[in-house]
Antibody, heavy 119, light 107 residues
């Protein structure tokens, strides 16, 4: 497993953009897929997209196409999630999670970042 | 996209009882890509079961997973106080998708 540490809570205005970071330590970085999952208040888990840093390969859920960008910085073992054109419905806890082909599942999760979209 | 439907939405049980949680897929899912997670309030999800039936590291043997095709089950043989939580199934066979969750609550 790896320790994933995310950036802190944020309050954003509607129409603005959000960038959340997720730094990995204690394990390999480049050869795994790092995913972003969000959870609206009182709701379930929604997969947003993922990146494989070694390939700079990204896949996004259709619901976020056009306003989601996931990037990675190999030099700091950090993955970033940027979401634009925020609406009130983007209020949620955002998690990063590592996907491994050992289990074909998300074996490590960040602590979560609460994002509140408010005018 | 392969959707997952979990049932029941809420399960009200007492410590020591057996819990059986269902996860049904809209299309056949390879068992290799079916996982279960536990989530407690204010915490991220924790991987319980992967490959439909393999317990993750440190998961007690009262948790077991089974199933194939479109029907999968998570069973908790005897509920402990710390097991009251929300449980999610997930498939990674195609675009990853989580089920809506089953809340196991204290009766």
């Amino acid at each position: 497993q790896v320790l994933l540490v995310q950036s802190g809570a944020e309050v954003k205005k509607p129409g603005s953009s959000l960038k959340v970071s997720c730094q990995a330590s204690g394990g390999s970085f480049t050869f795994f897929a790092f995913n972003w999952v969000r959870q609206a208040p009182g709701q379930g888990l929604e997969w947003m997209g993922r990146i494989v840093p070694s390939l700079s390969s990204t896949i996004y859920a259709q619901a976020f196409h056009g306003r989601l960008t996931i990037t990675a910085d190999d030099s700091t073992n950090t993955v970033y999630m940027e979401l634009s054109s925020l609406t009130f419905e983007d209020t949620a806890v955002y998690y990063c999670a590592r996907y491994t082909t050992t289990s074909y599942a998300f074996d490590s999760w960040g602590q979560g970042t609460l994002v509140t979209v408010s005018s | 996209e392969i959707a997952l439907t979990q049932s029941p939405g809420t399960l009200s049980l007492s410590p020591g009882e057996r819990a059986s949680l269902s996860c049904r897929a809209s299309q056949i899912v390879s068992a290799t890509y079916l996982a279960w997670y536990q989530q407690k309030p204010g915490q991220p999800p924790r991987l319980l079961i992967y490959g439909a039936s393999t317990r993750a590291t440190g998961i007690p043997d009262r948790f077991s997973g089974s199933g194939s095709g479109t029907d999968f089950t998570l069973t908790i043989s005897r509920l402990e106080p710390e097991d009251f939580a929300v449980y999610y199934c997930q498939q990674y066979d195609s675009s990853p998708f989580f089920g809506g969750g089953t809340k196991v609550e204290l009766k």
